[in-house]
């Protein structure tokens, strides 16, 4: 009998891209951890190339023949990292003073999908998808924060736990993708 899997995400071939991205996100993290005077221009361009990068994962791993379940949230999530990279990659002086918004506005929505997702599992660690939406939640609340007081040390800081922890999150999702052997 075949087991029943009833992961949000779904199941699919491309989960070692999903893993990769996290792989990336976590090493982008504590680069920017220890190397801060780099520069807040360095931390926009690499974090819109970045963007582009999971833009493209999560529209192949939507996009496949066999989409996994919750595909749509994989096609929204795309779009709108394709359209913040292209912003942060084009437009420098204009990434350096929107940054933190748009890294508010990512955030909360990946905490808000976590919401969903956890709500809709059937598996018995739901209240981790909770836990993990919460923190999403502030994270993003804390970039509005230090875009409105306009400190790049804050911006820096908080930059570096959210590469470090989404890059974390991202590659545990990448494990709840993994098709199990028959």
Known sequence: ?????????GQSKLWWL??????LMVLGGFCYWFWPVAGYEVASLLFGWLLIVAALVQLCVSSGENR???WGWWLAGGVI???IGFVLVRNLPLAMEVFPYFMAFFFIYWGIEQFVSASSSARHLWWLGIINGILLCVIGFLFVESGLRSTIFMSSFLMSIAFIYWGFTISMAAYEMKPQPK
């Open 68 to 70: 996994p379940k919750g």
């Open 1 to 9: 009998m075949k087991a029943l899997n009833l992961s949000y995400y």
């Open 18 to 23: 999903v893993l990769i991205v996290g792989i």
């Open 81 to 83: 990292d394709m359209f």
